[in-house]
Nanobody
Framework: QVQLMESGGGSVPTGGSLTLSCAAS????????MGWFRQAPGKEREGVAT????????LYADSVKGRFTISQDNGKNTLYLQLNSLKPEDSAMYYC?????????????????????WGQGTQVTVSS
């Protein structure tokens, strides 16, 4: 059974930083497509960043490029998202997601419909 567990959310002022973690278990982590998504109240869930665990290739939403960094620790089956220069509009529930064993090319997506396994989420709140 695939399990994804996020942690690291919290409340920070504008310009602050947070590091989110996602512990993965129950499936083959290698050559997997994983990502971070977020959903604010009243809005659709949107893709933030994805990473292909096989070669570390990444993809970012334009809104977070240069501020957020997705990374992984394959030895620990853990995904990270470093959030810097946070803005109030970054406030949302952040979710970790896994697509499964796919090719690197098929991991170049930020579409939530391409991901089938989800964590419970961790809340990020940025105050102005």
């Amino acid at each position: 059974q695939v399990q994804l567990m996020e942690s690291g959310g919290g409340s920070v002022p504008t310009g602050g930083s947070l590091t989110l973690s996602c512990a993965a278990s129950g499936y083959t982590y290698a050559r997997n497509c994983m990502g971070w998504f977020r959903q604010a109240p009243g809005k659709e869930r949107e893709g933030v960043a994805t990473i292909y665990t096989g070669n570390g290739a990444t993809l970012y939403a334009d809104s977070v490029k240069g501020r957020f960094t997705i990374s992984q620790d394959n030895g620990k089956n853990t995904l990270y998202l470093q959030l810097n220069s946070l803005k109030p509009e970054d406030s949302a529930m952040y979710y970790c997601a896994a697509r499964g064993t796919v090719s690197s090319v098929r991991c170049r997506t930020l579409d939530r419909r391409d991901f089938s396994n989800w964590g419970q989420g961790t809340q990020v709140t940025v105050s102005s």
